[in-house]
């Protein structure tokens, strides 16, 4: 919807440090504007007109006395009912938007304001009379929120970069999360690349006052498991829940579109939302192009599908900008796929909708068969299998059959899986490779999470482990960056409060049944859409990276930044070179063990480092000359 920037702290020339701030973000709202300003705070704003397309819906918003000053990202789906609920109580309301319920809501219930909303949000309130700050982020983490605490001073905002134009934030590399990165594709914990800087975590809220920051975490799911409903009862009320969901994810005074690819998930969206149009990517390589079975399921139900053919020159050729987009560095090579997608909607319509949250509440990645599946094996005494896998690890060599296999089988399911589609590189294979060596890290981030759930199930662990990491740090963070880098809102229905308490009830056997995944989902989704799409395998967003590092200019490229200034600071060149090498004269391509993924992992860091740490400021990519 919108974009926010701001700080707390005395600083020169106020009022224009704010606008500089603000306009960093303008890609996040390019409809209006607006800012409040005292001798304590600042607060500014960028506009994405969606609901109350009036002037009167600019923020910054204020309660009835104009004591309390609101900015807020996002969309608040039960605002309806909350605004009735306040009327009654005597608030005045001078809007139809959503965002002024939550001005109200503060000065009716306080901090327990959060427990209320239903929606994807990151807000802030300036509490004049008290001189305190309120910041809380949504239950899922679809909506980002940075802040920094520096030289006396904080600052918040929708993105990083926007802190940048503060007179008071010292713009610092933070080395000691690269290690993490190369393991996770993404950092995996609330600190980011700029020293300093962290994102409040999903479902938490702070508090700052007289310089004093509280952090509370004010949600966290709790699956169950508990239900006892047949299938068929649980499968109707899927159908129910989620066509309610898309319902409430539709309320806009513009039009509303949906994301469409070949799987269940878009397909089951886009059916349920009765949009106009849909949206389609993909490329020119046979296997990595999802666009013909996504203009055939959309024939199929009557809908205009718009789908564009991404080249690789132009795939390469925007990777700058999008690291400037993203803040940081996220090596998902669908996330540059996401930007293209999000770009060709934006020419059309305001909002789409988005199949991103399905997997991890319904049981959807295929790797949650895997607790399931070689059940003989795993009755051998797990001493014997550790002791295989060590043997498989350091002895047979890369690539050979069933070398991955004992590897995993010989490490528990805390060992081995911290966050879907990672372990990109290995913790030896990334102290190997970066200068400074890698301390030991992933567990210290996937233990805590892992003992909170250690009496689940292996697969509602991974559940659980996906939704704090890969579903926060890389499929929200590319769908709202890119997104908001085209202004285009991504509402996300199945990460909605009543579709979690649903998921939450679900029983194993109505999550994964091996090899079949999303049982209960694809079962309401089989009732209204066909069989072939609502029973596909997942796929991913197929990106063709693996075959364009073979190609000499992608290949020359890569290798012109592995041998750069900035990697010879944090890795041995020498190594970087040698898996390029490899990679493109052919060796280690099978599906399972090239590195393609490592390659890009580096590769990706160094283009955003060079963005933000190699030339000065950046640049936003409208204000460049062409």
Known sequence: MCGFAGFVGEVENREQVLVNMMNTIIHRGPDSEGRYVDEDAALGFRRLSIIDLSAVGDQPLYNEEKSMVLVFNGEIYNYQELREELIEEGHVFVSNTDSETLVHGYEQWGEQLVNKLRGMYAFIIWDRKNKKLFAARDIFGIKPLYYAQMNGSLLFGSEIKSFLEHPKFDKVFNEEVLGNYLSFQFVPTNETFFKGVFSLQPGHYFTYENGKMEIVRY??????????????????????????????????????????????????????????RTFTVGFD?????????????????????????????EYWDKLSDIQYYMDEPVADPAAVALY????????????????????????????????????????????????LGKFAEYCLPRGMKGRGFLIRHGKTLEERYFANATNIFTEREADKILKKGCKPGICKVTRPLYDRVKEKDAVTKMQYVDLHLWLVHDILMKGDKMGMANSLEVRVPFLDKKVLELAQTLPLAYKVRAPKTKVALRGAAEKVIQSKTAEKKKLGFPIPIRVWLKEERYYNRVKEMFTSEAAKKFFHTDLLVKMLDDHKNGKNLNEKTDNSRKIWTVYIFLVWYDRFFGHGKPVHPAMHVR
């Open 219 to 276: 949600f966290e799911p709790h699956f169950t498991g508990d239900c006892q409903k047949s299938f068929e009862e649980v499968v109707d009320e899927v159908e129910r829940v989620m066509k309610e969901s898309v319902e409430k994810h539709k309320i806009s005074d513009v039009e509303v579109a949906s994301y469409l690819s070949s799987g269940v998930d878009s397909s089951y969206l886009t059916y349920l939302g009765q949009v106009d």
């Open 285 to 313: 390589e046979g296997k990595y192009s999802e666009i013909q079975d996504a203009k055939d399921f959309a024939a199929s139900i009557q809908m205009k599908n718009d789908a564009k053919v991404i080249s690789p020159e």
């Open 340 to 387: 293209f997608l999000s770009e060709e909607a934006s020419k059309k319509v305001k909002v789409v909708l988005s199949g991103e949250g399905s997997d991890e509440l319904f049981g959807g990645y295929n790797i949650y068969c895997e607790p399931l599946e070689h059940t003989g094996f795993n009755k051998i005494p797990f001493g014997i299998r550790k002791l």
